[in-house]
């Protein structure tokens, strides 16, 4: 029986896989995109939001290489058709309403074996939206088996001809939040806490359906990235470059995975689309004064450039909220710290940099122009180790006003050290004729 089983479940992935794609459109985020892979290895709980029915297929073909057995009500299993299905799929017969707890054995042995037990933990639908209140019996099963668990959130666009999205967290060990002998108030104050991390996932996705940084196609984006496709070796041609790797950075600090801030140079006006030129495999969100925008606004815009409005002395808030959510939506942006063309001397370094970093998380890459970029001459770059806000900060104390001024400090010995390396490239002044 269990090998009839084993080739009905295999049959149904199978031939269920294309049209549940063609319905579904799912697109898969990670919480992490550091992480090369969504795949699950070992033992394993997964637990998501639940609105609809269909987020049962949504979690099973979101991780499709691996058998899942879910926790069903007996509600479900009552059903004649969904009953046959589920138990074809090996769920595990869960009653509400009985003190009935033979399925906590069952799920315990899976994951002993290295399996994989799925679960919708509020119980129920919550068909407005929201996100109810956590039953414990993961938590449980979790401190028994030492298993993960891996919070999922789905936001279900069933039968309205949307995509269907799903974001993955990274793995959360009950053991690291619980004692030993846990009281039933600090399981209850762990459930609250795996809810609030599954509405964190619900706002990244938020944030990543509006930036898009995820997505390998962006209509938004599609001049940008013609642009790199065709400017790139002309580039190289006519404005020939030669990286210099200070500090102990290395090309590894060219490559950005995830979230990021590019702290740069600002020497002429060709130094936005030859930084973004650099940085090939990502979309670099380069900030640029709201006078440039009057000028060339549509290329501006197309190149994904972030408008900031001076206002006298005072920041523009909205442009500082812009750039904390793309951060927060792993994106990359470009900064000139000084806010002004300097050819030549390195001008004064302002807080932006050190606030978007504390405030959102981010490392800061260094990326120096010896001097304005001229064609058909060797240009000089000079890139610095990359510096990481939680090096030098504890993660609760990011926020703290107080360190912005210690991390520009930072910020601007490091631009120094690399104005002083870069002397020797820099233009000479020609000599006054008698």
Known sequence: MKFIKAILRFFFKFTGFLPLFLLLRQRYYKDNVKKKSRAIKGKAILISNHTHIMDYFTLLFAHVFRKQRFLVSEAVYAHPILGFLNSIMDNI???????????????????????????????????????????????????????????????????????????????????????????????????????????????????????????????????????????YIPTKLVFPTKFHYLDGASRKDRKIKGRALICSKHSSFSDAPILAMHYLSRRVHIVVAEELYDVMGWIL???????????????????????????????????????????????????????????????????????????????HIMIGKTIYPSDFFDKNDLKNKENIPILTSIIKAEMERLDEAAEPYKLKPKKAKN
């Open 301 to 379: 815009d197309h190149f994904l450039s972030i408008k900031y409005k001076r206002v006298g002395e005072k920041s523009d808030p909205k442009c500082f909220m812009e750039i904390i959510s793309l951060l927060k939506a792993e994106g990359v942006v470009g900064i000139y710290p000084e806010g002004h063309i300097k050819k030549d001397e390195l001008g004064t370094i302002h807080d932006g940099v050190a606030y978007f970093a504390l405030n959102g998380d981010a490392p800061i890459h260094f990326y120096y122009m010896a001097r304005p970029y001229r064609p058909f001459h060797f240009n």
């Open 93 to 231: 017969l869960v009653h509400r309403e009985r003190s009935d707890l033979s399925f906590m054995s069952d799920a315990e042995n899976t994951l002993n074996r290295g399996g994989v037990i799925s679960i919708f933990p509020e119980g129920k639908l919550y068909k407005d939206g929201s996100i109810g209140e956590f039953r414990p019996a993961f938590v449980y099963l979790s401190l028994r088996t030492n298993a993960p668990i891996i919070p999922h959130y789905i936001e279900g666009n069933y039968c309205k001809w949307k995509r269907t999205r799903i974001i993955q967290g990274d793995p959360i060990y009950a053991k690291d939040y619980l004692s030993d002998t846990p009281t039933v108030d600090e399981i209850k104050s762990f459930c609250e806490l795996l809810r609030k991390k599954t509405l964190d996932l619900k706002r990244k996705m938020t944030l990543y359906k509006r930036y898009k940084t995820q997505n390998i196609f962006n209509l938004k984006a599609w001049f940008l990235d013609l642009a790199k496709v065709f400017l």
